[in-house]
């Protein structure tokens, strides 16, 4: 019995027409990311696990794609470890690598072992694929794609305000328009723990918190006692639901709240300094965001998160923030670093549901070459060489199969143009050709269909 074809869950085949789409995208955001001065690099799609495990927390480990050890290191698996419930332990002996979780972790392990073939501050940008072994949905994979763009080396509001304008440029070039950026600050949250007397609590206030578009203030309220909170602090809380306005108003109000939290203001005060360089800057829609959190084990300083227009019922399509010392754990201390990331997958989702793409990445080819016989073929190949040396995509149907045939397959490609050299072409010296969109048809000499074509 024939094996089924398949590919694993979470996982995706791209066709033409979609790879098409893709490169589109990701030629968008590298023009973006090299007018900034970012550079590229590429990391390994496998990293030692010791790497990766324990920067992202416990979901990150859970949802990390484990590779299994071969040859004789089979042997070496704690058997011990398993029997005892250790698992852990004993995923350790079987597995000394794993598929990179995210590109910022791989950059900071590269950082150090290159810090001295690299300038600093240095700006690199990375598009590459990562993996996570998450429950496939709409707009989530267990294989996606990432576009980040980061700078390590360097402190200043200046570049996180280039970094809002990044995404604002980025999206002008793809005509999405619509997106908001959403801000917060790693030490807002902290002063907000601060200020509920619960400190060691801050990953627990932010899980609820988060959750607060979902179930509302009461629901937030809930988990929160469920975890320990009492009545006072959450009736401290309760003003924080309210704040209105501008990025700036809202500022205002929150530090006449958090007036007694030092972390608090350090982190009002960064929002204002890096606002300051966007009033040179175009960003189209930015909005404080108290709920946002993003993965708090390597963020230390501003958060960014992008939601896409509200037409479109989809994820965030970009994130970001500053991770100082993230270098820290592979020996390297003191590194400042700061980047953002679009998620291609979910922005090509958004840019198809909102018709963005442009027509032209339908055509695969300039012109289809009908197929009258291998002697009119080889008039053709010194002619069909030098269009090709002047960028024209040519293709050439390889068989003399039945007109039809030849013309449904070009008409299938969506080819705009489709040339005809048969008898009477080859003894006039010419060439016919087809318009596919205006049906209309022309002859033309062979050295002149450069120019027909180009124009």
Known sequence: MAQKASIPKGTRDFL????????YVTDVIRTQFERYGFLPIQTPAMEKSSTLKGKYGDEGDRLMFNILNSGEKVKKADL????????????????EKALRYDLTVPFARFVVQHQNEINFPFKRYQIQSVWRADRPQRGRFQEFTQCDADVVGAVSPLLEAECMQLFDDVFDALSLKGATIRINHRAILAGIANYLDAPDRIVAFTVALDKLDKIGPEGVFNELRHNGFDDAALKRLSPLFDLTGDVVSQLNQLEEILISQPDALEGIAHLRQTLGFLSSFKVSQLSFDLTLARGLHYYTGIIFEVAPPESVAMGSIGAGGRYDDLTAVFGLKDVHGLGISFGLDRLCIVLEELNLFPATLKQAVDVVVL??????????????????????????????HKLKKQMQFANQIQAPWVMFYGNDEQQKGVVSLKNMGEGTNSEIKLEDFSKKCIN
Not at 16 to 23: F, G, H, L, Y
């Open 16 to 23: 033409p027409a979609e790879v098409a789409k893709r490169s």
């Open 371 to 400: 197929h009258f016989g291998d002697a009119y073929m080889h008039d053709l190949v010194p002619f069909l060489a030098k269009w090709r040396n002047m960028g024209i995509r040519i293709n050439c149907y390889p068989t003399a």
């Open 80 to 95: 011990d470890a398993l029997e005892d419930g250790a698992l852990g332990q004993f995923t350790s002996s079987i597995s």
